[in-house]
């Protein structure tokens, strides 16, 4: 699967280090403006709150992925050059949606924490109205942090150039950044919608089996959410927005920038209380009336391999290729309803047929069923209960629970490895070891 032919490679979420705005070597790349900037709507109750937070500082090395990875350590084996550039090499075309996904979470955290970076400074300018600053002011309507520029937004705290960003030029630079072209006029209401997502994933052949999800209110917020808020309890324009981060201790925050009110109190706006900063996250219920989640999740559907060994050996005796099937939703949750069947190889030679059918639940990366395993040899098939959370696209062995099994036959442990990433571009069956087991009693 190419990569994007964007200049860049992939992402919306160094070198171990803390990349300064001020210090960055990278030319500006960004485009002068020629359209409107979208402006957000302005929630006071939510501002206010907002702005009694303090800031927080972690850097990629603190910060983890959904699949638990830390952000840095995972950019360095997946995009090494992001680190140091942002400008992504290329990526293995033989990786699944899994990886594709965390590595979208990977920059868009890198690149976030950059902007959120307080630590980076902006010496006094040699004008009176240039101030110094201590990371990204707020600037209502701001798209271009790399220049002092007075808000675009006319008649709107014009006496004050500064580096800054809204909350909605926030997110336009992380994706810019990450390799994509979003309009000036985006907003937070744009950015909180699950169409304007999809579209962005359909125009990127490597997140083919990506999408998202909006799951409203959701109380288990997880990094990489894009969390918004509503301008008022019963409107559905949403006024403020921002990416969900979590510490390798477990701690929860959001990357976002926050002003007062947007024509008034300037001389706040590049204070340490405003503008792009990361802030805790403990609760989101006071942190707004009304307020919801968007969640990348995957598309699992596709050709898998399964390997079976018996729970003491190091090698398989059983290899299986099988495609899983979408077949329904289940009420009106998110869980997914799902088949599979497919045929492969004992040790010996002899064929093995699968069935499995279970669910699975996106918003959770969660698998849950049971496999049907019989040999040419067997009447009744062997079943098998497995629960997995699919954080990669190769689960490794996992214990399973043995539901019917022959009479001398071990407990078994299984793998799966997703072969339907990159349109197919590991689709042909992963090379195995099969060694002689007591899967079924019958082998002798």
Sequence with gaps: MEKLTRNLGLGVLSALMILGIANCTRELQEPMVTEAAGED?????????????????????????????????????????????????????????????????????????????????????????????????????????????????????????????????????????????????????????????????????????????????????????????????????????????????????????????????????????????????????????KWGALRLVTDITGKWQMQLKCDWADDNDVAVVFDIEFTGQQGGTQVISITGKGEGTDYDGSRLFVEFKGTYNPALNVLDGRFYIIDEDSRDPRMDDINVRLDRDDTGFVSVKSIVRDEGSCLAEVRMINLAGSHGGRENMAKVKLTRQNIFSTKK
């Design 41 to 289: 709507p302005y929630d006071a109750r939510l501002m206010e709150e907002i702005g009694t937070l303090p800031s927080t500082h972690y850097s990629l090395d603190d910060l983890v992925l959904p699949n638990g990875e830390i952000v840095s350590e995972f950019l360095k084996e997946n995009d090494p050059e992001f680190l140091t550039d942002y400008n992504g090499g290329r990526v293995n075309a033989e990786t699944g949606p899994q990886l594709r996904k965390n590595l979208f979470l990977a920059k868009a955290t890198a690149v976030a924490q950059k902007l959120c970076n307080r630590e980076t400074v902006y010496p006094k300018g040699s004008q009176p109205n240039e101030p110094e600053q201590h990371g990204l002011g707020y600037s209502y309507g701001q798209r271009n942090y790399a220049e002092r520029l007075l808000p675009p937004v006319n008649n709107c705290c014009q006496m004050y150039k500064i580096h800054g960003l809204d909350c909605s030029g926030l997110m336009y630079n992380v994706l810019k950044e990450a390799g994509y072209n979003p309009s000036l006029s985006l907003t937070a209401d744009k950015i909180r919608h699950v169409d304007f997502w999809e579209k962005l994933f359909r125009e990127d052949t490597e997140l083919s089996k990506v999408t998202i999800q909006d799951l409203g209110p959701e109380a288990k917020l997880q990094e990489g959410d894009i969390l918004y808020w509503y301008e008022k309890k019963n409107s559905a324009a949403a006024s403020h927005i921002g990416i969900v981060l979590k510490t390798k201790d477990g701690k929860l925050g959001i990357f976002q920038s926050n002003g007062g009110p947007p024509c008034q109190e300037c001389e706040t706006k590049f204070g340490p209380n405003r503008g792009c900063r990361q802030i805790p996250l403990t609760a989101v219920s006071w942190f707004g009336e």
